[in-house]
């Protein structure tokens, strides 16, 4: 089991689910934009709170949902 796979696991126990999270390919795909676009949105300061389980970045989908909904991207 990976660290990130332990992280998620303890997700299970906690009140987030892990089904709130998503990657940030996933975020990509949500917002309409490319991989590369959304990491230099990270690194600006304009997406959404992530959090880190392991070496792997994680968003809430609802977040990048509502993001895509103010930017005109995928219907969430």
Known sequence: ????DRA???LSHSPLNRA???????????LNRS????RYWEKDGHMPPRKRF??????????VE?????LGGHDA
């Open 66 to 70: 509502e993001l895509a909904q103010l």
């Open 1 to 4: 089991m990976t660290a990130v």
């Open 8 to 10: 998620l696991a303890q």
């Open 54 to 63: 392991g070496k792997k970045l994680m968003y809430r989908r609802q977040d």
């Open 35 to 38: 991989i590369r676009t959304v």
């Open 20 to 30: 709130e999270f998503i990657s940030v390919t996933e975020a990509a795909n949500i």
